[in-house]
């Protein structure tokens, strides 16, 4: 007797889609969240606020300057009462700012527990009522990973990425509407790095898109793999399986790492080649705002045409940070969003499954044996 061990799918060959939304399982999924719609509505409510909060305060800096700071240099005993009041006002707005962004956080997280509950109450249910075959195809540490690491990627993506999705495009348009009223000329600068900032995350995104969906999928079969060998741990000492074992682990264990890394790798390489090129906007930016100052050329805005002050150039390269950061955090949140729909669709598939038929009943009766043939009776045969 030998015990037969099934080929896992551990090559990258296996990585060979796009990544991509899926929305059919996205659509399936806000349908549990259908009881928490006003806990929703004040969740956008909120997410609208935090990001009003931010571009407002990035625009304040233009008045804080040009108004206040740049007066009170000129004068030989200046008063700062006018300073003081402007900066509590600011400071109002970042507090309510940052206050929006707690609430709706903590909304999140309560929307995503309770619908992590319904999803689960609904998994073991039907896993009651699916056929003894399932689990002879089925490994059940595979099964197991469904309600432990498919359903947590489901609480970070409920919890945290799609909020932070939400809230990223809020503050992108939020953003850029406020560049356009500052200056339409800076604004080009930024929409050209944008181009080559859209490339690199669509490269870069498409990758590790794929490799987190195979982590996922690496995961339950490592997972799997390990729960059968720790129960069959004492067939796998009597017919000396250790070295067998510890290759299929390896095996597996090496899969996972493989597509673990390449999908964090690229992940984590968007943030510093944003960085990189933000800096290099923000350079260009500040160069051509300078010259447009010095040289007393008409700025171009949303609204007509005016001058280029100190503080303009300030709070537009502060509103061209706010509004590449939010683009990289836009790619990262697609790549969680990727991967807890990838374990969605593994859930939905034990849900989906067929469960056992019902093809009639077995009565236990008493029979007593004459002549080889069994006779029904109403005694107790003790048999």
Same mark, same amino acid.
């Given at each position: ?8 799918k551990?090559s ?30 004040f ?24 108004n206040y ?23 109002a ?7 929006c ?5 903590r ?29 002879d ?7 197991m990973?469904?309600?432990t ?12 990425? *799609?909020?932070? @999705?939400?809230?990223?495009l809020?503050? +992108? !348009? =939020? %953003?850029?509407?406020c560049? #356009?009223?500052? $200056? ?21 995104t498409?990758?590790?898109?794929s ?20 129960n069959?741990q ?11 074992a ?7 264990n ?9 999908a ?9 080649i *944003?960085?990189? @090129? ?5 350079? +260009? !930016? =500040? %160069?051509?705002?300078?010259? #447009?100052?010095? $040289? ?36 990262n ?34 029979a007593v ?13 003790e048999?």
């Open positions: 007797m030998a015990l037969k061990e099934k080929n896992p551990i990258d060959n296996s990585v060979n889609e796009r990544a991509k939304f899926d929305f059919k399982t996205l659509k399936r999924l806000l349908s549990y969240m259908g009881s928490y719609k006003l806990t929703l509505v969740v956008f409510v909120c997410i609208i606020i935090s990001a009003g909060a931010s571009v407002a305060s990035s625009m304040f800096i233009e008045t804080l300057i040009d700071i740049t007066p009170l240099l000129a004068e030989s005993s200046p008063a700062f009462s006018g300073l003081l009041k402007v900066l509590c006002f600011m400071a707005i970042y507090l309510i700012g940052t206050l962004t707690w609430l709706y956080n909304a999140m997280v309560n929307i995503a527990q309770g619908t992590l509950k319904s999803i689960r109450d609904e998994m073991f249910e039907k896993m009651q009522s699916l056929p003894v075959q399932f689990f195809t089925h490994s059940h540490g595979d099964v990973s469904l309600y690491n498919d359903t947590d990627t489901l609480r970070q993506m409920i919890a945290q990425s *799609m909020a932070q @999705l939400i809230s990223c809020c503050t +992108v !348009i =939020a %953003v850029f509407c560049m #356009l009223y500052e $200056s339409v000329y800076l604004t080009l600068i930024v929409i050209a790095f944008m181009f080559v900032i859209f490339a690199v995350i669509r490269a870069v498409n990758k590790s898109g490799y987190f969906i195979l982590q996922q999928s690496t995961l339950g079969e490592l997972d799997g793999y390990v729960e059968e060998m720790v069959g004492k067939v796998v000492k009597v017919f000396c399986h250790e070295n067998a510890k290759s299929g682990f390896a095996k597996r090496d899969a996972w790492k493989n597509a673990s890394s390449k964090n790798g690229y992940a984590n390489s968007v943030m510093p *944003m960085n990189a @090129l933000g800096y290099i906007q923000y350079v +260009v !930016i =500040a %160069v051509v705002g300078a010259f #447009l100052a010095i $040289s007393g050329s008409k700025n171009l805005a949303l609204f007509g045409t005016d001058t280029v002050t100190v503080g303009l150039i300030a709070s537009f390269l502060v509103l061209s940070r706010s509004f590449t950061n939010p683009i990289a955090q836009i790619s949140q697609f790549n969680s969003i990727v991967t807890a729909l990838a374990g969605a669709g593994r859930i939905f598939k034990l849900i989906d499954e067929k469960p056992e038929q019902d093809e009639g009943y077995v009565m236990l009766v008493n044996e004459n002549n080889g043939s069994l006779t029904e009776t109403d005694k107790n045969t048999v």
